[in-house]
Each structure stands twice: as C-alpha cells, then as structure tokens.
C-alpha cells in the first residue's frame, strides 16, 4: 500500500520483542516513528533529524503522544471495554480525553448507523413537509385547500418532534457513556433559541397579512 510515495511495511515478532520494542519505542513518538528510524538508517546511516521526518506520510506526526501506565487488572479491563466499544485501547482513551477537554461526542459505528437511519428518516419527513408547504402555498393563492390537510401537517410536525427527542436521546446517551457532567454538555449558543422563536413568530405574522380571496374553513371529519 502506498501513501503520498511512500509503501507501509510490516512484519510479525514474537510477542515478547513487540512490547520490549514498544516500550523502548515510546520515547522516540512510537512504534511508527522508531521503524522508519529502524529502516532508514539501515537503508542509508547517513539519513538523521529533517531527514528522517520526511519521510514520515503526510499527516502522521501532528498529534503530541502521551503515555499512561495502568495496573494488570486495569489495563485489561480498558482492553474489554474497548473491544466492547469496537476499538482499540488508545483510541478509547483518546475519545475519552476529547470529551472531556473539548466536550464533544466521540461516536462508535453503532452510534454512526443510528444516526444515519435517524438523519435518513428526518429527510424523508423533510420532503413530505416540502411537498405540504408546496399545496398550501397553492391554497393560499387560489383560496382553495386539499382536504384533511391540517391533518398532514400536525402529523408531520409531530413526526418531526419524534426523530428530533431520539437524535437528543443518541446525544445524551453518547455523554452518559463517557461520564460527560451535565453542567460540561454542549448548550445552545448565547440567544440561538430567542432568535428561533423570534423568527417563527415574524413568518407566522407575515403569513397571516397574506390577503386571501374567500374565507377558509377546515374540514374537520
């Protein structure tokens, strides 16, 4: 596999080797950057300092790596949590950490497929309420509206409120799992909400100046 013009090298040692390698490795930015080290300087000894970065793949390197040391009992308890969670160790303790510093989800496939049913799901009703908007746009011209349309609309807003609380329960649920205080979640900005209403408020007055040709009444049955 190559990346940028560079080819990913592996190899198999026993497991002994590996961790006395990855602990040595550590102080060098990891195992990675200790292999190109390796490689490089058996490849060319002259290769040292720039050299040696460059040849590192384009992205690699802009994260600072830090180390934990955990009890027998601890480390495989994080082991079966995380393969729980479909990940790796480092990559659940990296997720953890970013919630709490920067207080956002860190989501696991599972979580992603919810969300992207829930997102599918909400599109769909988005074209139902477009196709709604459309009829009574043309009812608010002609003075004369599809019955039990009233109906489609309280139906489709209630849908919409339906997919909307299970998005917020996928949210809450995600910060549950990563132990995220209530008073650290994510808050609407400063206002958001006042400016939401304020303009539903302005459409829904500038929809009731619309002058209409004859009284409207909603068949109710």
């Not at 601890?74 to 480092?90: F, H, I, K, Q, W």
């Not at 109906?151 to 919409?160: G, L, N, P, S």
């Not at 996928?170 to 205080?181: A, I, R, S």
Request: net charge positive; charged share 30%.
């Amino acid at each position: 596999m190559s990346r940028n013009g560079k080819r990913l090298l592996s190899t198999w040692v026993p497991e002994a080797t590996a961790e006395a390698f990855q602990t040595q490795a550590r102080v060098e930015g990891g195992s990675s950057a200790a292999l190109r080290r390796l490689v490089a300087e058996a490849v060319d000894p002259g290769l040292h300092g720039a050299s040696l970065k460059a040849l590192a793949p384009s992205g690699s390197g802009r994260g600072e790596q830090i180390g934990i040391r955990l009890k027998g009992d601890e480390r495989r308890t994080l082991n079966a949590v995380a393969a729980d969670r479909g990940t790796s160790p480092a990559n659940w303790v990296r997720a953890l950490a970013i919630v709490h510093l920067a207080r956002k989800p860190q989501w696991n496939q599972a979580e992603l497929a919810e969300l992207r049913e829930l997102f599918k799901e909400l599109r769909r009703i988005g074209n139902n309420v477009n196709q709604i908007a459309r009829a009574l746009n043309v009812a608010q011209q002609t003075g004369q509206y599809p019955p039990h349309q009233h109906r489609a609309v309280k139906e489709a807003a209630e849908m919409i409120r339906d997919e909307m609380r299970r998005v917020v329960a996928v949210m809450t649920g995600n910060f549950d799992y990563w132990g995220l205080p209530d008073a650290d979640r994510p808050r609407a900005a400063p206002g958001a909400v006042e400016r939401h209403d304020a303009e539903a408020e302005a459409a829904e007055a500038k929809r009731r100046r619309r002058p209409r040709r004859r009284a409207v009444h909603f068949d109710e049955s």
